[in-house]
């Protein structure tokens, strides 16, 4: 399928691995050219070198912390009139509600909704100018279904997600679509990571901790990143103007909802 998109420019965000890195990945092979970012200027640069050489796009690497005003000046310097945004941050850990300080809360709030929101109001109107703009919010699952732990991370996440919901209906007349990208359990970097920890801990196989984390998804397995990649994509197709406002569950049928 051609989605139309060949010769387009994108930022994708936290890019250098996991869900970011299959997004950037995807858009590269329908012909996007991209400028990439994380903060680890080292795993930035392999992931753009890694691009490059499987699609021959154009990868640009942007080491920066967009949580700060000047890391997403440095951004949008390489990249100033993307047709393409996707949002994307790493999450913060799990933890208790009374252990969190206002702290916590303030660098939750300005890492996973502060921050892509001034991305967008960077670039939204020069999107509409032309006439074509995708942005694409990665936020979680939990989102949709809470979880007790994970309230710093879905807190922030909820927020972006009801602040761009009234903008995407706005901008839309413009051919320019804003959705989220909602994912459930998959098998990044930080997931294996994880279970491996967990194994050396435990004593229990990464198999056994597998099929127990699974045990609740219909599909019966944890998702692919590559899934999740080809899912971005098409929602920065030419033909997914008519999209908007929507937030797509990625989590292999756990959240279980008619209407979703």
């Known amino acids: 399928m051609d989605l139309g998109i060949t010769g387009k420019k994108a930022i994708v965000c936290a890019a250098s691995k996991g869900l970011g890195k299959a997004c950037a990945m995807s858009l590269a092979k329908n012909g996007v050219d991209l400028v990439i970012n ?22 640009t690497a942007v080491a920066a912390d967009i949580g700060t005003a000047a890391g997403r000046e440095k951004l949008l310097a390489a990249c100033p009139s993307p047709d393409i945004l996707i949002n994307n941050a790493g999450g913060p850990p799990r933890g208790h509600f009374h252990d969190w300080t206002e702290e916590h ?58 602040a761009c919901a009234g903008l995407a209906r706005k901008v839309a007349q413009h051919n320019v679509t804003i ?20 194994s050396r ?7 056994e901790l597998i099929a127990e984390r699974v045990a609740d998804i219909p599909a019966g397995r944890v998702g692919d990143p590559f899934e999740f990649g080809e899912a971005c994509a098409f929602l920065c197709a030419a033909s997914s103007g008519y999209i908007v406002g929507q937030n797509l569950l990625l989590d292999g049928g756990r959240f279980n909802s008619t209407l979703g």
């Open 179 to 198: 959705n989220g990208l909602l994912p459930g359990q998959h098998l990044t970097e930080r997931m294996h990571s994880g279970l491996v920890d967990i």
């Open 105 to 162: 809360w303030q660098q939750a709030v300005n890492l996973n909704m502060i921050a892509p929101l001034m991305l967008i109001k960077a670039v939204v109107d020069g999107m509409c100018a032309r006439k074509f703009g995708r942005i694409v919010n990665i936020t979680s699952g939990t989102v949709k279904m809470p979880l007790p732990d994970h309230a710093l991370s879905q807190g922030p996440r909820a927020g972006l997600t009801a």
């Open 38 to 59: 994380a903060r680890t200027a080292g795993e930035l640069e392999a992931t753009a070198a890694e691009i490059r050489a499987a699609t021959g796009r154009t990868v």
């Open 201 to 207: 801990k435990t004593g229990r196989s990464r198999e």
